[in-house]
């Protein structure tokens, strides 16, 4: 039994004087990330770079939520080009041009914070730079669209709306979810949708917005490890995630980038 309050569509409400804990876990996931900017080069294998994760992990002293999650073992995910999520870090080396997702969630005080972000190596094409701005802009659309009174169908519409107008395609398959005190909670919050459907949004919910957008179709598929989706038109796939909270006004992002770093490829964001 916990001890917060939920609503009738199964969605935790949790007291705003609780989001001290929430700020802490987030902002140390997205310095975790920060620190990774510098050595996300072409040359280095993906599983280094889950290395240094652990490292700053350890450092930090939070620990990851992800590695003996479900079987899962690293404490990050990188999914490189069409790799849509859930990419195993292993002995991929990264190519100049190459881009991809890296996702880390932690757990500080029992607080869980999730996040993760586009990186580019080396100099990418023009096309991957523009699927790396669309998908950005549509998460800041979809957080733009949190308030009190307003739905979740209004921050897939939001995300959807922006992607299709440039052309581009939402993935249906995974979605964004309930987090706080638990990695994994109601409700699933779908990237795609119609204004004023789905639960209401309330002061207290905490939750993940991560659209993964594909420059081609939006179909995915699972490899045989059973954890890597990749596009299934091997199309150029990107994501960006942060950890939001409901305020009595709008929204608080709880895993901004400390040093300004959460699109690689513009400064201060
Ligand atoms: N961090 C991912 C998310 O955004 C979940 C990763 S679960 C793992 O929800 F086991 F693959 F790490
Ligand atoms: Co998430
Ligand atoms: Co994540």
Same mark, same amino acid.
């Given at each position: 039994?916990?001890?917060?309050?939920?609503?009738?569509?199964? !969605?935790?409400?949790?007291? /705003?004087s609780?989001?001290?804990?929430?700020?802490?876990?987030?902002?140390?996931?997205?310095?975790i990330?920060?620190?990774l900017?510098?050595?996300v080069?072409?040359? !280095?294998?993906?599983?280094? !770079?889950?290395? $240094?994760?652990?490292?700053?992990i350890?450092?930090?002293?939070?620990?990851?939520?992800?590695?003996?999650?479900?079987?899962?073992?690293h404490?990050s995910?990188?999914?490189?080009?069409?790799v849509v999520?859930?990419?195993?870090?292993?002995?991929k080396?990264l190519?100049?041009?190459?881009i991809?997702n890296i996702?880390?969630?932690?757990t500080a005080?029992?607080?869980?914070?999730?996040?993760?972000?586009m990186?580019?190596?080396?100099?990418?094409?023009?096309?991957?730079?523009?699927?790396?701005?669309v998908?950005?802009?549509?998460?800041m659309?979809g957080?733009?669209?949190?308030k009190?009174?307003?739905?979740?169908?209004?921050?897939?519409?939001?995300?959807?709306?922006?992607?299709?107008?440039?052309?581009?395609s939402?993935?249906?398959n995974?979605?964004g979810?309930?987090?706080?005190?638990e990695?994994? /909670?109601?409700?699933?919050?779908?990237h795609?949708?119609?204004?004023?459907t789905?639960?209401?949004?309330?002061?207290?919910?905490?939750?993940?917005?991560e659209?993964?957008?594909?420059?081609?179709?939006?179909?995915?598929? !699972?490899l045989?490890?059973?954890w890597?989706?990749?596009?299934?038109?091997?199309?150029?796939s990107?994501?960006?995630?942060?950890?939001?909270?409901?305020?009595?006004?709008g929204?608080?992002?709880?895993?901004?980038s400390?040093g300004?770093?959460?699109?690689?490829?513009?400064? $201060?964001?």
């Amino acid at each position: 039994m916990s001890k917060y309050k939920v609503t009738r569509d199964g !969605i935790r409400i949790y007291p /705003l004087s609780e989001f001290s804990g929430m700020r802490t876990a987030g902002r140390v996931a997205a310095q975790i990330l920060d620190d990774l900017c510098d050595h996300v080069q072409p040359g !280095i294998k993906t599983i280094d !770079i889950d290395e $240094l994760v652990r490292d700053r992990i350890r450092e930090y002293g939070v620990k990851s939520s992800t590695i003996g999650y479900r079987g899962y073992g690293h404490a990050s995910c990188i999914s490189v080009n069409h790799v849509v999520c859930h990419g195993i870090p292993g002995p991929k080396v990264l190519q100049s041009g190459d881009i991809l997702n890296i996702d880390v969630t932690i757990t500080a005080d029992g607080w869980f914070g999730d996040s993760s972000r586009m990186y580019a190596a080396g100099q990418i094409a023009r096309k991957s730079s523009r699927l790396l701005d669309v998908t950005h802009k549509s998460l800041m659309l979809g957080i733009e669209a949190v308030k009190p009174g307003g739905f979740f169908g209004d921050i897939g519409h939001a995300i959807q709306k922006f992607a299709e107008s440039h052309r581009m395609s939402v993935v249906r398959n995974f979605c964004g979810h309930g987090i706080g005190r638990e990695f994994h /909670l109601p409700p699933n919050v779908l990237h795609f949708g119609s204004r004023g459907t789905g639960a209401k949004l309330e002061p207290g919910m905490i939750f993940t917005i991560e659209p993964m957008i594909n420059i081609g179709k939006p179909g995915t598929k !699972i490899l045989s490890d059973n954890w890597t989706a990749v596009t299934l038109d091997r199309s150029l796939s990107a994501q960006f995630e942060h950890t939001v909270g409901v305020t009595e006004d709008g929204y608080e992002i709880f895993t901004l980038s400390p040093g300004g770093l959460f699109h690689p490829t513009r400064h $201060l964001n």
